[in-house]
């Protein structure tokens, strides 16, 4: 079974500033999906970034960027020039790439925060 | 294009009832798939559904339970609840084929909070 493991409850972040997510996660498949998903107070989950684990290249999507490292099994997120609006819970999550599935595997979470 | 509709949004229930909560995909979304949230086990899979038929299923007891309309409309039903219920059930649709593999993004609804009492 797969799973995914993130260490940091809370991570705080001046506006402005740059901060790192950190993920890491177990699987023995070789095609699968990487996700960062975002949970803001209101509890919409919403897409932040994703990545393809047969690509090499980093995901990049405006402020937000990834780095994947397989062998190390590691994704972290990486949220430049931060905003208030990025205050949220962050869910890593993995899905397999083969056949039918859709379940995503979500890690625990940390909660960003974003201070003045 | 309408998001992913969740009703009721809210609910509160006492220990031993059964609930139905509706799930409702993004138009032309033909897999739907269930998490339940809670503090203390986090997100989890609860089941996934695509042309009505059941496809891939989470590790939970039998009181939990689906299924899927013809039109992608799906609904989950808890029986005989109980207090460790209490959670955000989150659904979302996805355009996800037959075929599976290719990536199709899932789209979150709002979620229903359910307090078991």
């Known amino acids: 079974a797969q799973t995914v493991t993130q260490s940091q409850p809370e991570m705080s972040v001046q506006e402005a500033e740059t901060v790192t997510l950190s993920c890491t996660y177990d699987t023995s498949e070789s095609d699968y999906y990487l996700f960062w998903y975002k949970q803001p107070p209101s509890r919409q989950m919403i897409l932040v970034i994703r990545q393809e684990a047969y690509k090499q290249q980093n995901a990049t999507e405006n402020r937000f960027s990834v780095n994947f490292q397989k062998a190390a099994k590691s994704f972290s997120l990486k949220i430049s020039d931060s905003q208030l609006g990025d205050a949220a819970m962050y869910f890593c999550?993995?899905?397999?790439?083969?056949?039918?599935?859709?379940?995503?595997?979500f890690g625990t979470g940390t909660r960003l925060q974003v201070t003045l | 294009k309408a998001g992913v509709t969740q009703t009721p949004r809210y609910l509160i229930k006492t220990r031993g009832q059964q609930v139905t909560l509706s799930c409702s995909p993004i138009?032309?979304?033909?897999?739907v798939s269930w998490y339940q949230q809670t503090p203390g086990q986090g997100l989890q899979f609860l089941f996934e559904y695509f042309s009505e038929t059941q496809r891939n299923k989470g590790n939970f007891p039998g009181r939990f339970s689906g299924r899927q309309f013809s039109n992608s409309r799906s609904e989950m039903n808890v029986s005989t609840l109980e207090l460790g219920d209490s959670a955000l059930y989150l659904c979302?649709?996805?355009?996800?084929?037959?075929?599976?593999?290719?990536?199709?993004?899932?789209?979150f609804g709002p979620g229903t909070r359910l307090t078991v009492l």
């Open positions: 979302a649709s996805s355009s996800m084929g037959l075929a599976g593999g290719q990536y199709n993004e899932q789209f």
């Open positions: 138009s032309g979304h033909r897999s």
């Open positions: 999550a993995y899905r397999s790439g083969g056949g039918t599935a859709s379940k995503l595997t």
